[in-house]
């Protein structure tokens, strides 16, 4: 599982949210980029998020689509399409820090879709592709002189950071329903994993 550390997270923002001289944005889906490592979604449901979803005034934003793939057999070749998202636990509220609030205004501002509502979009005003994310973090990895790694890394970090801080406090039930997982068990199975040391340490407590 790959995860960015403290430091690499901070060098990962600065890069993503660099301007030109112009105020333009330096990587056009570098904030799509900062929004996903700071709320944990799944770039499907990021993909298909919609400006109506997000509420700034509480600082929140309800996760209740996933943007997919599948065959198009009219026109040949793949399709999007937006859907439900992948369980009932998926259909989640988010809450948003300062910096994602931010992200969000600047999206909203630039490659925003508001006929079609998607915050994420091409400059066709399509649903962007997994794979374009994937080409922009790649290039804010390279530029951040962080090793490569795949866009779920996002995820990973989000959810690492998080119950660092949770494990201590008893919260693992919330951090379960942030990341949209049906059962606390997930959680526990993916990213909660004691090491012999930690083991030996309880021992000898």
Not at 30 to 52: F, H, K, P, Q, Y
Not at 113 to 134: D, R, W
Not at 142 to 165: I, P, Q, W, Y
């Amino acid at each position: 599982m790959e995860v960015l550390t403290a430091v690499e997270i901070k060098k990962v923002i600065a890069v993503a949210e660099q301007m030109d001289e112009s105020g333009n944005p330096i990587y056009k889906y570098g904030e799509a980029i900062v929004l996903l490592l700071l709320t944990g979604l799944r770039s499907g449901e990021l993909r298909a998020l919609n400006i109506m979803d997000i509420d700034l005034d509480n600082h929140t934003m309800q996760v209740r689509r996933n943007s997919t793939y599948s065959k198009d057999r009219e026109n040949g070749g793949i399709k999007h399409v937006v859907g439900e998202v992948k369980t009932q636990s998926s259909n989640r509220v988010v809450p948003l820090n300062a910096r994602a609030v931010l992200a969000v205004r600047r999206l909203s501002s630039t490659i925003c879709n508001h006929e079609t509502g998607y915050l994420v979009c091409t400059t066709a005003g399509k649903i962007v592709t997994h794979s374009n994310l994937q080409r922009c973090y790649s290039l804010i990895l390279k530029e951040a002189g962080v090793r490569h790694m795949g866009l779920h890394s996002t995820r990973h970090t989000f959810a690492t950071v998080v119950l660092k801080d949770a494990e201590d406090k008893g919260q693992i039930k919330e951090v379960s329903e942030l990341l949209g997982h049906s059962k606390v068990s997930t959680t526990y199975q993916y990213y909660i994993k004691a090491s012999d040391e930690d083991k030996r340490k309880l021992v000898n407590q």
